[in-house]
Nanobody, 123 residues
Framework: QVQLVESGGGLVQPGGSLRLSCAASGFTLDYYAIGWFRQAPGKEREGVSCFSSSDGSTYYADSVKGRFTISRDNAKNTVYLQMNSLKPEDTAVYYC????????????????WGQGTQVTVSS
């Protein structure tokens, strides 16, 4: 059974940091592009970051460039999203996803989704 399970969300003050984790089971991340999406209340889901192990292509949304970093630990079959200098506008449910990567803009085109983890940035 294919599963992606996120963890690491929570409440953090503006300027703070969080690290999200996404543990995969039932398949090997090596063969997929893996990424993070987020959805804020009343807004559409948007791609945050995507990484392809086949050629190292990496995508970051303009709004998170220089603040967020995606990484993976193949031995643990886990992907991470390190989020620094968090802003209130980063508040959203964050979803881990695995699938293909679009050639046009390197965003992920997911086949599998996690259940989401809430990130709230507030003082």
């Amino acid at each position: 059974q294919v599963q992606l399970v996120e963890s690491g969300g929570g409440l953090v003050q503006p300027g703070g940091s969080l690290r999200l984790s996404c543990a995969a089971s039932g398949f090997t991340l090596d063969y997929y592009a893996i990424g993070w999406f987020r959805q804020a209340p009343g807004k559409e889901r948007e791609g945050v970051s995507c990484f392809s192990s086949s050629d190292g292509s990496t995508y970051y949304a303009d709004s998170v460039k220089g603040r967020f970093t995606i990484s993976r630990d193949n031995a643990k079959n886990t992907v991470y999203l390190q989020m620094n200098s968090l802003k209130p506008e980063d508040t959203a449910v964050y979803y881990c996803a695995a699938g293909a990567q679009r050639y046009s803009d390197y965003q992920c085109d997911p086949s599998y989704w996690g259940q989401g983890t809430q990130v709230t940035v507030s003082s």
